[in-house]
């Protein structure tokens, strides 16, 4: 099954996946029909202590580079001190190193994009900024083009997947949500109040302007507005709240009655009705 899905790819694909105590790396790499396998197998946790300050390689990961990056520490992309070595450098030693030597052996001409895989524990990992220790411009992604899918089973869909293409320019064809005002509501038997995102409301302006399209702001973007936007859209971008963990969307809706919360069902947006609709966009933002 892998090699059916990987063989119609146009570049290498590099599969990551983080076991424990080992992190398996694949080069799957499409050949004139045919599929060439390889792989590493770069045992993590003897690094604990050398590389990863006594954590484990998750724990290195998460902590290191997602808090860094939400709390918008640059130092993490530089190499700190001579003692010191970022995390960025570490990781390209671990992650980037065996992939380098994979494509080293399959002596591929003129290699300039790679398709990656990463899983839950590697996805967090900035791949396009990793670079050796000292040699802050040679990153991985000055080297290669790197494009990120979730999983197999989504490359293999889009696979099968009809072509679509996105009119840019056509009134018709887009739509852009920026800050809907958000009403008190229940959900899950608890009252949900969101706040306003003022700068959703600058971004989707931007976007529409460039798209040549009205946005649905504020007021206007209603559950039901947004709805009989979306099926005949070939771009949507909404910029809103959300859950991942609820799965939904949250717009504008009626103003709650005698002081109870507003409906769910007027305000979010499910993942149960989205599958009922006929969506069929080249592109879609959730920001």
């Given at each position: ?8 790819q146009e570049?290498?694909v590099?599969?990551?996946s ?8 694949w ?18 946790n003897?690094l ?6 006594g954590?484990?390689?998750d ?6 580079v997602?808090?860094?990056v939400?709390g918008?520490d640059l130092?993490l ?5 001579s ?14 190193l ?7 052996k399959?002596?591929l001409?003129n290699?300039?994009?790679?398709i ?6 590697t996805?967090?990992?900035p791949?396009v900024?990793?670079h050796p220790k ?8 000055n080297t290669f ?6 999983s197999l089973?989504?490359m ?16 018709k064809?887009?739509?852009v949500?920026?800050n ?7 959900h899950?038997n608890?009252?949900?109040s969101?706040g ?7 971004e989707?302006?931007w976007?529409s ?7 649905l ?5 209603t ?17 809103t709240?959300?859950?991942?963990v609820?799965g939904f969307?949250?717009?504008a809706?009626?103003?709650s ?8 069902e007027d305000v979010?947006?499910l993942p149960?009705?989205?599958?009922q609709?006929?969506?069929r ?6 920001s």
């Amino acid at each position: 099954q892998i090699r059916y899905i990987v063989k119609s790819q146009e570049h290498p694909v590099v599969y990551l996946s983080y076991t424990g105590s080992k992190l398996i790396v694949w080069l799957i790499v499409p050949i004139y029909g045919h599929v060439h396998l390889d792989c590493r197998v770069v045992e993590v946790n003897k690094l604990e202590k050398e590389k990863f300050g006594g954590k484990t390689f998750d724990q290195y990961v998460r902590q290191n580079v997602q808090e860094s990056v939400v709390g918008n520490d640059l130092e993490l992309f530089l190499d700190v001190s001579s003692t010191q070595t970022s995390p960025i450098t570490v990781l390209y030693d671990v992650v980037v190193l065996p992939i380098l030597d994979m494509l080293e052996k399959c002596k591929l001409p003129n290699l300039k994009s790679l398709i990656f895989i990463p899983d839950s524990y590697t996805s967090l990992i900035p791949f396009v900024a990793l670079h050796p220790k000292g040699d802050f411009n040679n990153t991985f992604g000055n080297t290669f083009s790197i494009q990120m899918m979730p999983s197999l089973l989504v490359m293999g869909i889009l696979n099968e997947a009809h072509p679509t293409s996105a009119v840019m320019y056509d009134n018709k064809t887009a739509c852009v949500v920026g800050n809907p005002h958000i009403p008190i509501f229940e959900h899950n038997n608890e009252e949900w109040s969101l706040g306003r995102l003022p700068h959703a409301t600058d971004e989707a302006k931007w976007i529409s302007k460039l798209l040549k399209v009205q946005p649905l702001l504020h007021e206007q973007a209603t559950k039901l507005a947004v709805v009989k936007k979306l099926s005949p859209a070939h771009i949507i971008h909404i910029a809103t709240h959300g859950s991942a963990v609820s799965g939904f969307l949250a717009f504008a809706g009626r103003d709650s009655l005698n002081g109870k919360p507003s409906l769910s069902e007027d305000v979010l947006l499910l993942p149960s009705e989205v599958e009922q609709m006929n969506i069929r966009a080249a592109l879609v933002v959730l920001s």
